[in-house]
């Protein structure tokens, strides 16, 4: 497939920037970016290693029915990201951001606050809907920068947020050996 297509692809136009041109300003919107990103992202770590522990050991959840941890938080995330470029083309990029740092917040509030398991589910289902758009409209808001490649733009922005990916649970798993898992759900 890819010797069909050696021919076709299009050159790749470098156009070096001046020294000038890499002001601190513009450099600092890509770390902001990276940062929210890396915060997304070490959500979704989190969720992804410690949803279906959390629904064991704090919800109370068989060990066999404790994976509906995880399958309630992935179910409602893959939901709103395909719905998620309707969101953001009705809504905007800023308000999508703003709901989803909220839906977010109020999950992990619930499932912290509520010890019956279908209340930490529905906690589960909400920070999935609001980590759900975090990471797509990033991507894009970072390769839409002006004056930045938008090659240069989504390879700072993902090493930075693919890093929070990999820091969220080991870091979850060492909070949660000293204060408990909840005081360490705190975190994100």
């Not at 136009?13 to 915060?39: D, K, N, Y």
């Not at 930490?120 to 990471?135: D, K, M, Q, R, S």
């Not at 947020?161 to 990999?166: E, H, I, M, T």
Request: aromatic share 12%; net charge positive; charged share 10%.
């Amino acid at each position: 497939m890819a010797s069909l297509a050696l021919g076709k692809l299009l050159p790749d136009a470098v156009t070096p920037l001046s020294q000038e041109s890499h002001a601190t300003s513009r450099q600092g919107s890509l770390f902001w970016l990276g940062g929210l990103l890396f915060l997304g992202l070490f959500c979704e770590g989190v969720m992804f290693d410690w949803s279906a522990v959390y629904a064991r050991v704090i919800g109370g959840m068989s060990l066999a029915s404790a994976p509906m941890g995880f399958a309630v938080f992935a179910l409602w995330m893959a939901s709103g990201r395909f719905l998620g470029v309707f969101i953001v083309a009705k809504m905007g990029t800023l308000k999508v951001l703003r709901l989803s740092g909220l839906l977010l917040a109020a999950g992990i509030g619930l499932s912290i606050l509520a010890r019956p398991w279908p209340v930490i589910l529905t906690g589960f289902a909400l920070v999935g809907l609001g980590t759900a758009n975090v990471v797509p409209t990033l991507f894009g808001v970072a390769g839409r920068l002006k004056g930045h490649r938008a090659g240069a733009s989504l390879a700072t922005v993902a090493t930075m947020g693919y890093f929070g990916f990999l820091a969220g649970p080991p870091t979850i798993g060492f909070i949660a050996s000293w204060l408990g898992l909840p005081k360490a759900h705190l975190l994100f």
